[in-house]
T-cell receptor, first 112, second 111 residues
Framework: SAVISQKPSRDICQRGTSLTIQCQVD?????MFWYRQQPGQSLTLIAT?????????ESGFVIDKFPISRPNLTFSTLTVSNMSPEDSSIYLC?????????FGSGTRLTVV | GQSLEQPSEVTAVEGAIVQINCTYQ??????LSWHQQHDGGAPTFLSY????GLEETGRFSSFLSRSDSYGYLLLQELQMKDSASYFC????????????FGQGTELSVKP
């Protein structure tokens, strides 16, 4: 299965600033997924990162707030823009390969 | 749309067997996956059932019944390290696709 390197692992940010999270996969994958996990909650899909085209966002998530890049088949970034305390969450990237799924180690974001 | 329901918490003792259920409602169904997440960690993929029946991987087994829109994760010979949250999830359009997650079941294993 794929191995994903995600960074940073955690950060504390000031409100109004932006943070970019990176995920590097050790193999080429067609789709990468970005999830948010708010404290004590389940995972919610933010968007699907597509190589060569714009990301596909889920209801409630918009590109201006969560811009995503996917320059090639092994790398993607998620930016959390103009942060507020409500953005404090764990952010996870993931890939699916047939019947198997792999997650990055997560980025624990605290906005103060 | 899709929704998956699972109990919020389950408690069991070390050495016992525990079953975590998941019922789902989906407009299209391609399979059911299970994921383990320890506190402070990232989810770890456990299993995927595309077809009805039981899939066994060591102490963990997963079952699916499409006719009942129901699945479960069975953990045998429970160990303290099995204390974690367990999520069922379903791909929204095909295997390997984006996942819709249940709310998670927190398993506490007591000595």
């Amino acid at each position: 299965s794929a191995v994903i390197s995600q960074k940073p692992s955690r950060d504390i940010c000031q409100r109004g600033t932006s943070l970019t999270i990176q995920c590097q996969v050790d193999s080429q994958v067609t789709m990468m997924f970005w999830y948010r996990q708010q404290p004590g909650q389940s995972l919610t899909l933010i968007a699907t990162a597509n190589q060569g085209s714009e990301a596909t966002y889920e209801s409630g998530f918009v590109i201006d707030k969560f811009p995503i890049s996917r320059p090639n088949l092994t790398f993607s970034t998620l930016t959390v823009s103009n942060m507020s305390p409500e953005d404090s969450s764990i952010y996870l990237c993931s890939v699916g390969e047939g019947a198997s799924y792999t997650f990055g180690s997560g980025t624990r974001l605290t906005v103060v | 749309g899709q929704s998956l329901e699972q109990p919020s918490e389950v408690t069991a003792v070390e050495g016992a067997i525990v079953q975590i259920n998941c019922t789902y409602q989906t407009s299209g169904f391609y399979g059911l996956s299970w994921h383990q997440q320890h506190d402070g960690g990232a989810p770890t993929f456990l299993s995927y059932n595309a077809l009805d029946g039981l899939e066994e991987t060591g102490r963990f087994s997963s079952f699916l019944s499409r006719s009942d829109s129901y699945g479960y994760l069975l953990l045998q010979e429970l160990q303290m390290k099995d204390s974690a949250s367990y999520f069922c999830a379903a791909p929204s359009y095909n295997q390997g696709g984006k996942l819709i997650f249940g709310q998670g079941t927190e398993l506490s294993v007591k000595p």
